[in-house]
C-alpha cells in the first residue's frame, strides 16, 4: 500500500496559513504552480508505492464504492476553489499546471478540462503557462489528446518505462511494445509542443543491451524531453516481495551506474543534455524542460490538489488525507483536506535548498554550506565530484562521476 504520510501539526478547518507567509508572493515575483493529484489506476503496478487505488481497492466489504471516479472532478475543484480563498489577494497567475497520479487519463478527457478550467478560472494562467498531464500509452487515443490539447493541455508525460516486452512484464506494466512511440506521434498530430517519455533501468532481468534498446527506440519517438530513473524496489510492493521470495534477482549499484553512463552517452549523442540528474531535454531549447517540476527543485510555491498531494507557499509545507473517499468527504463538509502540516525554519530551507538544487545542472551555492559541508565540498572539488569551474565561481555542481554519487555527494554538504 501507499507509503504513510509524515507527522505535522492540525491544519485548520478551513485551511487558513499564517498571514506572515501570504506576503511572499505578494510582488508577484515568486512562481506559482498547481499540482492535481489524480488517485486511479486500472491496476496497480508491482513496484509502485505512490497514493493511488484500483477499483477493486476503492470497494468495501459491503460491495460499495468508496470513492467514485465519476465524482472525483467535483471534489478536485472544491479544493481549487478553497485555495483561492485561502490565498485570498494573491495576484499571481498558474504559471505551471501538472496532472499525475495515479493514471489522470483514466478520467474522461472532459473531467481534466474541468479541472483545468477552474484552474484558469479562479487563477488565471500565464500567458506562457505549462499545462502537462501524466498518461498510461494503453490509456489514450487520437480523440481523446485532442480533446486534451483543445482544453489547454500543452505538454504531456507518457509512462513509457521500457522497450522490452520482458522487462514491461515484470514491472506490471500492462501496455505493448511500440505503443508509446505511437502515442508520441498521435500527441504530436494533436498539437502538443512538449511530450516526455519516461524511462525506468534496472529492472530484475533487463540487460545493457535491454537498456540500449529503450533509449533508442525512446529516442526515434521524437520527445523533446525524457526522464530516466533507477527502479527502486519500495518495501510493501509486490515485487519487493518477489525479490525477498527469490523470484527474481535485485539489481544492485554498479548496474544502475552502468545503466545511467549508458543513458547519458545515448542521450547526449543524440542532441539531449541533462538539466537535473534524472531529466534530460533537447539541448539549447529550455522551453524543453518541465518547468513544473523546477518549481520543486528550486522551492518556489505550488499548491498539490487532491488526495495526499502536498503543497509549499510561503515557507509553509503541508499535505492532504490520502484516501479518495476521506478527501472528498472533508470538502464536501466545507472542510480543508489537510492532514497535517510544517512551517518550515530558515535551517530547514538551507538544507533543502543544497538537497534539491545540487541536482540540478546550475548547481547550489557555496555559500549556503556550513563550515562542515564547505569542508566536504572541497573534498569533493578535489575528488573529481563537483567541476572545477563552477566550484571557483562559487557553486557546487555535480560532475558525472558526481552525478553517480549524488547522494552521498549531499549528504557530505549538508553537514
Same mark, same amino acid.
Given at each position: ?8 501539526? @492540525? ?96 478520467? @474522461? ?176 531549447? @529550455? ?100 567541476? @572545477? ?27
Amino acid at each position: 500500500m501507499p507509503s504513510a504520510l509524515p507527522d505535522g501539526e @492540525p491544519v485548520p478547518h478551513d485551511g487558513s496559513l499564517p498571514p506572515h507567509t501570504l506576503t511572499r508572493g505578494a510582488d508577484g515575483a515568486r512562481p506559482l504552480g498547481v499540482y492535481i493529484h489524480v488517485p486511479y489506476c486500472a491496476t496497480r503496478c508491482g513496484y509502485c508505492d505512490f497514493n493511488t487505488y484500483t477499483a477493486t481497492e476503492l470497494r468495501g466489504a459491503d460491495g460499495a464504492v468508496a470513492a467514485s471516479q465519476e465524482n472525483y472532478a467535483h471534489s478536485l475543484i472544491e479544493e481549487i476553489r478553497l485555495a483561492r480563498r485561502v490565498l485570498g489577494e494573491d495576484p499571481r497567475r498558474v504559471g505551471t499546471v501538472f496532472v499525475g497520479g495515479g493514471t489522470p487519463t483514466l478520467l @474522461p478527457a472532459a473531467d481534466l478540462a474541468r479541472m483545468l478550467a477552474a484552474v484558469r478560472e479562479e487563477f488565471g494562467l500565464a500567458e506562457d503557462a505549462e499545462i502537462t498531464t501524466e498518461a498510461n500509452p494503453d490509456s489514450v487515443d487520437p480523440g481523446y489528446l485532442a480533446e486534451l490539447r483543445e482544453a489547454g493541455f500543452n505538454r504531456i508525460s507518457f509512462g513509457m518505462q521500457s522497450a522490452r516486452e520482458h522487462v514491461l512484464r515484470v514491472l506490471e506494466r500492462t501496455h505493448t511494445p511500440g505503443r508509446p512511440e505511437e502515442c508520441v506521434a498521435e500527441a504530436r498530430k494533436a498539437g502538443f509542443a512538449h511530450v516526455n517519455l519516461d524511462l525506468i533501468y534496472g529492472t530484475p532481468g533487463e540487460t545493457d543491451e535491454d537498456w540500449r534498446a529503450s533509449l533508442d527506440a525512446a529516442l526515434a519517438a521524437g520527445p523533446d524531453h525524457i526522464s530516466a530513473y533507477a527502479l527502486i524496489v519500495e518495501e510493501g510492493t509486490r515485487l519487493a516481495r518477489r525479490v525477498r521470495r527469490g523470484e527474481v534477482p535485485m539489481t544492485d549499484d554498479d548496474v544502475h551506474a552502468d545503466r545511467y553512463l549508458i543513458a547519458e552517452e545515448r542521450l547526449t549523442a543524440a542532441g539531449m543534455e541533462w538539466y537535473e540528474v534524472s531529466n534530460w531535454a533537447v539541448a539549447g531549447d @529550455p522551453a524543453a524542460r518541465c518547468r513544473h517540476n523546477e518549481l520543486y527543485w528550486t522551492g518556489a510555491d505550488w499548491w498539490g490538489a487532491g488526495p495526499g498531494a502536498h503543497s509549499h507557499v510561503g515557507g509553509v509545507r503541508w499535505w492532504n488525507v490520502k484516501h479518495p473517499a476521506g478527501y472528498a468527504r472533508a470538502l464536501a463538509e466545507g472542510r480543508s483536506p489537510g492532514a497535517g502540516r510544517e512551517l518550515l525554519g530558515d535551517e530547514d530551507r538551507r538544507v533543502e535548498r543544497i538537497l534539491l538544487e545540487l541536482r540540478l545542472r546550475r548547481g547550489c551555492p557555496l555559500s549556503l554550506l556550513a563550515p562542515e559541508g564547505a569542508r566536504a565540498a572541497a573534498r569533493a572539488r578535489a575528488d573529481g565530484l563537483l567541476e @572545477p569551474g563552477p566550484y571557483e565561481a562559487g557553486r557546487a555542481v555535480l560532475t558525472l562521476r558526481g552525478r553517480l554519487l549524488a547522494d552521498a555527494v549531499v549528504r557530505d554538504l549538508v553537514d
